[in-house]
């Protein structure tokens, strides 16, 4: 689970394991192509209206527990939805996006890292060691 987010992120449930994931993966199959994308939100509405219960963010993990067991290769997301890549070319794009997400969010990691330092390190410091500004 991820710190914020425990009920986003913890593990798959019974229901969503054994019912919702052999929809999900059923419905994903025939999404070849990025013609043929389906967003969450579609997902979701779709699953309800058959009188399923789940959230945007638990197809998010359903996605997620998808991608890390290899039980669809080759699914990939763009702004326009979730997908079955059709050419290398497209699941190195792919890669190339998460590379690059990686890398802002430990940007942002980094700089929240500093500025607690600059908040509270210098916080803990007796004021007549602190430097002169003015």
Excluded: C, W
């Amino acid at each position: 689970m991820i710190k914020g987010f425990n009920s986003e992120t913890a593990p798959l449930t019974e229901y969503e394991e054994n019912v919702l994931l052999p929809l999900v993966l059923r419905g994903l199959k025939t999404k070849i192509g990025k013609e043929n994308a389906v967003t969450n939100r579609t997902i979701v509405q779709r699953l309800n209206i058959a009188g399923y219960t789940v959230t945007e963010p638990r197809i998010r993990k359903l996605i997620n527990h998808i991608r890390m067991t290899d039980l669809l290769p080759g699914l990939i997301a763009t702004s326009g939805g979730y997908f079955l890549a059709t050419s290398e070319a497209e699941l190195l794009d792919y890669e190339q996006s998460l590379i690059g997400r990686e890398d802002a969010i430990k940007q942002v990691r980094l700089a929240i890292a500093r500025q607690r330092r600059i908040l509270y390190n210098d916080a803990n410091r007796p004021e007549e060691n602190k430097p002169e500004i003015f």
